[in-house]
């Protein structure tokens, strides 16, 4: 049961995920200057969050400051 | 609809969906925009967030993930090694590209096919995980039914 709950909750957030991937797939012009400054700033915040840090440094400083 | 049904029918969707993301290039352009820019802006945003998806799924569901579809930690942690200096190279190429003068462009596609990659990887991996979900409650149900419903 615990198993079919984690698939659920998995394939659940999956499509939570979804409609940030359609919002590009659908653009039809280039970005502004804001959206752009907006998608670099949401890239860079991304990219420091504990989701993105590998294993090596996880081991390296476990836990880290919050950005 | 039972269970293993509603899973199945959720994981197809899910998969052609993460899929149909790979296409990039599917809206109508506005008039006099530029193709190349718009497709490589595309798949910058397209990747990043497919990417980050990722990372938090397999993160949040590391435990899950590594008994149903071996291979996927290590798939995750290449996105976390290569992911961010991807999406910055592209970023600075496009910077480049709009900055140029017409004729002076420079070629956009080595960081696009490295972001493309990457993306491929992606999608590759999701859509096992989501196969490999359905299997594994397919299996459960099965065995529930010859235990009888006990």
Known sequence: ?67 | MTAEAQMKKTARTLVVLLLCSSLAACAALKAGEDPVLVRAEQTEQTAFATMDTFVNLERDNEALLRTLVPGIHAAAEAVRLKGPAAIRDLRDVIATYKAAKAGAKPDLSTALAVVEQILRDVQSWIAKAADAGVKKVAEIETAYEIMGGV
């Open chain 1, 1 to 67: 049961m615990q198993i079919v709950l984690g698939v659920l909750a998995l394939i659940e957030q999956l499509i939570a995920a979804y409609p940030r991937i359609k919002a590009a797939f659908v653009q039809d012009s280039a970005l502004t200057d804001q959206q752009r400054a907006d998608l670099t700033a949401a890239e860079e915040r991304a990219f420091v969050t504990p989701a993105w840090r590998t294993d090596a440094q996880r081991a390296a400083d476990p836990a880290p400051p919050a950005p």
